[in-house]
C-alpha cells in the first residue's frame, strides 16, 4: 500500500522542523519521504493521488504507563487525602470500587467479556491518538502472553525491529539489590514503579536502590512516578541515565502533589507521559497533556508546549530505545502518524494540547489506517465499523485482532462492558446459570481458557516495582502478604466511564469535585474543558 499524505508536518525531530504545506510518502509501514508537498516526488509514487488530510500531522503517541485492564471503570472520587500508595490500595472504598470490581470482571468465565475488556480499553487509547502502550496481560493453563492489540505494545511489540520493554520484573529479584541491579544493567528498558506518593516511606523505595555505595540504576530503568524524589535523587538518576514517567493527574487525584518535573529536567532526566488508567487518572494520553500543561503553570515547570508533546512522541522513543524507528517523522521510520484538525495560524503545539478526541481526524500505526473520518478512511482505502464520537462519525478498523478472543466490534464491546458492570454483584452466579454478557448463552469449552491477569492484583510471580530492603523493612508495598486477602465487599453495579471527554458530559464537573486537586490545577483545567 502506498499513498502520500498532505498537511502541515510536525515532525518531532531534533531541530523542532515544522513543514507547513507537507507531503509525507509512505510504502508499506515505511516513510519513504517527507518534505514539501510541491517538491518532487520520490521513485515510484508517480500517479498516485495524494490525499489532503486538511490538518495537523504529528507522531503517534507512545504511552509508557497505561494499566489497561481497568480503563472502563469511571473516575473515582478519591475521599481523602493520601501520602504513599499503600494508604490507598488498602483503602476500603477503593476496594469496593476499583479493586473488587475488577476481580470480579477477570474471575469471569465468560470469553466475551474478556474480549470486551481488552477491546475497550485499546479504543479508549486509539481515539485518544496512542499507537503504542503498555500490553494487557492474559493467563491460561500454564500460559502467560499478552493481548494482541490494534496498537503496538512495548512489552510485547510483536516485531524483532523493536526491543522489548520489561514491565514487571521476577519477584525474586525485585527482592534482591543483586539480582535487581543485574536485571537493570542486562534490560533494553525496564518501566518499574517507584517511589509512589510524596512521603518519607515513598521515598525509601528509591533510596533502597543504593547498596555499598552503589545504584541499581542505569540506562534501562525508567521509574514510573518517582513523586517523592528530590533534586539530590535525581541528580543520581541523570548520572546514571536513568528516566521518569510522568502521570500527573493521577498524583494530583490521589496526594495533591506531583513529581517534581522541574527539579528532574534541571538534572538533566527524561521525561515521559503516562495517562496511568481511568480510576484515578486521565482517559487517555491525550488528556494528560492538558493536565501536564496545568501543572507546568501552576507550578512554574518552565515547560514549553512542544516540550509537553516531546513527552508523548519523541522522548518516550528513546526511553524504550526505539527513537530508530518511531516518535518522530522522517524517512526510514515506521508510518505511525494522527491527524488533527488545527488552524494552520495556531502554534502545532498549543493546538495539539487543546485538542479534544473529536479534533482527531485519522490514526495511522505501521502504515495501516487504525481509525479516522469516513472521508479519510475511504481515500486511503479502508474500510470499518462505523460509529459516533459525541456527535462525529468516525470508521475504525483493528485489522485481525487476537485469534485467541472472540472477534468483537466496538460496539458490541461498549455493550459487554455496560451489562458486565451493571451485574457485578451476581455476574459470576448469573454466569453458572449459563448468561452470558448481552444474553450470551455461555457452554463448557474443552479449550484452555484465557483470563485477565491483572497487575495490580493477581500474584504471578512478577512485581511492577522494587520489593528491596531499606533499614531491614520492605519497600514495595505489594511486598505485604496480606495484599489482595481482604474481606468480601458488597458490590454495587457501575456505570462505564465514557470513552472519550466528548461523550462524557460530567468530566469536568467530576474533576472539580475532586478534593486533592490544588485549586490552581482545576482553574487550569476549566480552561480546556468549559
Same mark, same amino acid.
Not at 502554534?347 to 495501516?368: F, H, N, Q, W
Not at 487504525?370 to 456527535?391: H, I, N, R
Given at each position: ?229 528530590? #533534586?539530590?535523587?535525581?541528580? *543520581?538518576?541523570? &548520572?546514571?541515565? +536513568?528516566?521518569?514517567?510522568? %502521570?500527573?493527574?493521577? /498524583? $494530583? =487525584? ?9 527539579? #528532574?529536567?534541571?538534572?538533566? *532526566?527524561?521525561? &515521559?507521559?503516562? +495517562?496511568?488508567?481511568?480510576? %484515578?487518572?486521565?482517559? /487517555? $494520553? =491525550? ?244
Amino acid at each position: 500500500m502506498k499513498y502520500i499524505l498532505l498537511g502541515r508536518v510536525v515532525t518531532m525531530d531534533s531541530r523542532s522542523t515544522v513543514i507547513s504545506d507537507g507531503a509525507i510518502y509512505v510504502d508499506g509501514n515505511a516513510i519513504v519521504a517527507v518534505g514539501e508537498h510541491d517538491a518532487a516526488a520520490p521513485a515510484g509514487f508517480s500517479g498516485i493521488k495524494p490525499v489532503k488530510t486538511g490538518g495537523t500531522i504529528f507522531p503517534g503517541f507512545i504511552e509508557l504507563h497505561n494499566h489497561l485492564s481497568y480503563d472502563s471503570l469511571p473516575l473515582w472520587q478519591v475521599p481523602k487525602k493520601f501520602t504513599n500508595r499503600n494508604q490507598w490500595q488498602d483503602n476500603a472504598d477503593y476496594t469496593s470500587k476499583v479493586s473488587a470490581p475488577m476481580g470480579v470482571i477477570a474471575g469471569s468465565s465468560d470469553p466475551r467479556l474478556l474480549a470486551a475488556v481488552a477491546r475497550y480499553a485499546e479504543t479508549k487509547c486509539l481515539l485518544g491518538g496512542v499507537s503504542t502502550s503498555q500490553g494487557i496481560s492474559l493467563k491460561g493453563d500454564n500460559l502467560k502472553t499478552t493481548y494482541r492489540s490494534a496498537m503496538r505494545v512495548v512489552d510485547d511489540p510483536g516485531d524483532p525491529a523493536f526491543p522489548a520493554a520489561n514491565t514487571r520484573i521476577p519477584d525474586v529479584d525485585a527482592s534482591s539489590w543483586t539480582s535487581f541491579k543485574k536485571e537493570v544493567d542486562n534490560a533494553s528498558c525496564l518501566l518499574l514503579h517507584l517511589s509512589e506518593g510524596l512521603d518519607e516511606k515513598a521515598r525509601e523505595a528509591f533510596l533502597a536502590l543504593e547498596h555499598g555505595g552503589k545504584w541499581a540504576l542505569g540506562p534501562a530503568l525508567a521509574g514510573i512516578h518517582c513523586a517523592a524524589l528530590q #533534586a539530590a535523587d535525581f541528580a *543520581v538518576m541523570a &548520572a546514571k541515565q +536513568s528516566s521518569v514517567i510522568w %502521570s500527573p493527574l493521577s /498524583n $494530583l =487525584l490521589l496526594y495533591g502533589g506531583t513529581t517534581d518535573i522541574k527539579a #528532574a529536567r534541571a538534572a538533566g *532526566v527524561r521525561v &515521559a507521559l503516562g +495517562s496511568d488508567w481511568s480510576p %484515578s487518572g486521565s482517559k /487517555n $494520553l =491525550l488528556n494528560e497533556l492538558k493536565v501536564a500543561k496545568a501543572a507546568n503553570e501552576s507550578f512554574g515547570i518552565g515547560l514549553s508546549d512542544r516540550d509537553i508533546v516531546a513527552m508523548a512522541t519523541s522522548t518516550p522513543a528513546q526511553i524504550v530505545k526505539w527513537d530508530a524507528l518511531v516518535g518522530s517523522i522522517a524517512a526510514k521510520k515506521r508510518a505511525d502518524f494522527m491527524v488533527v484538525s488545527a488552524p494552520s495560524s495556531a502554534d502545532p503545539y498549543t493546538s495539539l494540547i487543546k485538542a479534544r478526541e473529536s479534533d482527531l481526524e485519522l490514526l495511522i500505526i505501521d502504515g495501516r489506517p487504525v481509525v479516522g473520518t469516513p472521508a479519510l478512511m475511504a481515500a486511503l482505502g479502508t474500510s470499518g465499523e462505523s460509529f459516533k464520537l459525541s456527535a462525529h462519525k468516525r470508521v475504525i478498523d483493528y485489522g485481525p485482532g487476537d485469534a485467541r478472543v472472540p472477534t468483537l466490534t466496538y460496539a458490541q464491546a461498549h455493550a459487554a462492558m455496560v451489562d458486565a458492570l451493571s451485574r457485578l454483584p451476581h455476574l459470576h452466579t448469573d454466569e453458572k446459570a449459563g448468561k452470558g454478557v448481552n444474553h450470551h448463552v455461555l457452554t463448557k469449552s474443552a479449550a484452555p481458557q484465557l483470563h485477565l491477569a491483572l497487575d495490580e492484583q493477581h500474584d504471578g510471580g512478577y512485581a511492577l516495582r522494587p520489593r528491596l530492603l531499606f533499614h531491614g523493612e520492605p519497600t514495595g508495598p505489594d511486598a505485604d502478604p496480606h495484599l489482595g486477602a481482604k474481606a468480601p465487599v458488597a458490590l454495587k453495579p457501575l456505570k462505564i466511564d465514557p470513552p472519550t471527554v466528548a461523550d462524557d458530559p460530567h468530566y469536568a464537573a467530576n474533576l472539580q469535585a475532586q478534593i486533592n486537586i490544588p485549586a490552581e490545577i482545576k482553574l487550569q483545567l476549566k480552561s480546556f474543558y468549559d
